[in-house]
């Protein structure tokens, strides 16, 4: 009979283990989290929150590390090196401040 449905590739596929929440943690950020202070040359570590849905990034750079070139009032530039090939590329992205912490590197 051949195939009856397509297999849907949306915007968060596959994702259901990597943006859940933890135990105890679910519901919204708290405030401190958007009283960090952020400046250009950071180093900051993507983690989605999936409570927030407004400025997520794409599902790659979750758990990446990168440096904030940009400072807006609600959101961060962040930039990323991506292995594609043989090549890396400097990924820029604006990201909103619930998905960025400051990193301990």
Known sequence: ???LHTISRGYRH???NKFAKKYRTK???GTSRYMATFKRGDYVDIVVDSSVQSGMPFSFYHGRTGIV???NRNALG???TKVVGNR???KRLHVNIA???K???
Request: charge should be positive; proline fraction near 4%.
């Open 69 to 71: 070139f940009n400072v």
């Open 99 to 101: 998905h960025v912490r």
């Open 1 to 3: 009979m051949g195939k």
């Open 103 to 105: 990193s301990r590197c």
């Open 88 to 90: 890396q590329l400097r």
């Open 27 to 29: 519901g919204m950020p």
């Open 78 to 80: 962040v930039e990323i």
């Open 14 to 16: 596959g994702t259901r």
